[in-house]
């Protein structure tokens, strides 16, 4: 289980993280929502103890990240960046990368078959031998996914692992992404701009505006007043298959706009003469 104690963070006189507290247990997918700059990734940064958080903010199973070696902390915590460089290796190096933190003199016969059956089961078995540098980028980010599993930590923490991918992949991605989770057991916590996406394939919510967090439970949290306090936009939702759809209210939406454009002609009219 990970749990966050009153975390808060900034970037010199900036805060960034008010008082952050939650829960996220085994087994589960949690998403963290919101607007561009609200936080997520220095969230998901804390956590991984890569801006050195302060002691006794971050809990796995009850132990103190900030307290353990960076191998450790790899065995505990795996880490999915949003934007990643591949290298010039082969898909299977790449792969086999993620047992780094087991490794004492190199891999072992254990790791090379762990990482054939995770890229076997996530259908990469046709790339294995192929360059990491040369395949697409929605198939990268499947290496990318089997890598951390490989590393086989207790928690796995992705920065929008669906960036970037067509319609087709974020699904193929995210359905992976879930079934990697209930095989494993794990605990995941994500950071997504897609609020559908997000309630299809998560056990979890948790909207952050500002630094702070404005809701947190599972997707029945979801309300057209949540969606205005976070995004501050109108939106109408309906049920589908069991589950909140949010759709944004175009009419209004548009009228919100056209206040804003308004308002725009009349400050460029009075600093520079035109309108």
Request: proline share 3%.
């Amino acid at each position: 289980m990970l749990e966050v104690r009153n975390l808060s963070f900034s970037y010199g006189e900036k805060k960034v993280l008010n008082d952050i507290s939650f829960k996220a247990e085994g087994n589960n997918i949690l998403s963290i929502l919101g607007p561009n700059g609200v936080g997520k990734t220095t969230l998901l940064k804390c956590i991984c103890d890569f801006h050195g958080s302060n002691s006794d903010t971050v809990f796995i199973d009850g132990n103190d990240v900030t307290g353990m070696s960076r191998v450790e902390l790899a065995r505990h915590i795996g880490y999915v960046p949003q934007r990643a460089i591949a290298s010039q290796s082969t898909v299977f190096d790449t792969v086999l990368i993620g047992r780094r933190p087991y490794m004492v003199w190199g891999a072992t016969k254990e790791d090379v078959r762990m990482t054939y059956d995770v890229m076997l089961s996530l259908g990469l078995k046709s790339l294995m031998l192929s360059y990491a540098d040369e395949i697409s980028g929605g198939e990268f980010q499947k290496v990318q996914i089997a890598r951390v599993l490989v590393q086989d930590p207790k928690v796995i923490v992705m920065d929008e692992p669906t960036n970037n991918l067509d319609l087709s992949n974020q699904h193929i991605s995210m359905k992976m992404i879930a079934n990697a989770v209930r095989s494993k057991g794990v605990c995941t916590i994500m950071s997504m701009h897609d609020i559908n996406l997000a309630i299809q394939y998560s056990d979890e919510l948790m909207f952050m505006k500002e630094g702070n967090i404005l809701g947190h439970g599972s997707p029945d949290i979801v309300t057209e007043k949540l969606v205005k306090d976070v995004y501050g936009i109108d939106v109408d939702i309906i049920e589908h298959k069991g589950l909140p759809y949010v759709i944004p209210n175009v009419e209004q939406n548009l009228k919100t706009d056209e206040k804003d454009e308004a308002q725009a002609k009349q400050v460029e009219s009075l600093y520079y003469g035109t309108g």
